[in-house]
């Protein structure tokens, strides 16, 4: 079974990195694509190839993939069967869920819900990115190259 495990990914943090870990364990890594959406509607801080790069240097051995326009017609057009979606609290579920049936309703494919770490699962790229543009340190919520990159970029706007 292939599975795609989608998102903006900007920047990559712990929560993404133990999802794809997981995913990763439970359907065997070469079966595990992580999807990088190019959604012209949000404003990066990397664009799509820098966000590949930062994603590659977490793993020895990954699938990643940058894509625009629907999730679903992605996964029917590569063959993919499901897609992973990690949730970190309610208000997760509550967007998830219904996403998950219009998807499967539209496609036929079906999502699988990865329960986030409870440790690092109040974390989010939008407040990774809030905190280093006030200087603050993020080491505990992203690999140290993303920080790294974060603070290139970010510091000092």
């Known amino acids: 079974m ?4 989608p998102g903006t990914f900007d920047p990559v943090t712990n929560g993404h990195i133990d999802i794809i870990k997981r995913a990763q364990k439970l359907f065997d890594w070469e079966n595990v694509i992580v999807g990088i959406s190019m959604n012209s509607d949000k404003q990066t801080v990397f ?8 994603i590659a240097r977490c793993f020895d051995n ?6 625009e326009g629907l999730t679903v017609n992605y996964c ?20 998830e869920f219904p996403m998950a049936a219009v998807n499967r309703d539209m496609s036929g494919i079906e999502t699988v819900l990865v329960m986030a770490n409870p440790a690092i699962s109040v974390v989010s790229s939008s407040m990774v990115k809030a905190i280093v543009k006030n200087r603050g340190l ?9 920080q790294e990159a974060l603070e290139e970029r970010l510091s000092y706007e």
């Open 62 to 67: 990954i699938k990643i993939h940058a894509y």
């Open 47 to 54: 664009d799509s190839v820098e966000r590949e790069g930062l």
């Open 2 to 5: 292939k599975v795609l495990y």
């Open 138 to 146: 993020v080491y505990k919520f992203v690999p140290k190259h993303v």
């Open 76 to 95: 029917k057009n590569y063959g993919i069967d499901a897609i992973i979606r990690g949730v970190r609290n309610q208000l997760d579920f509550e967007y």
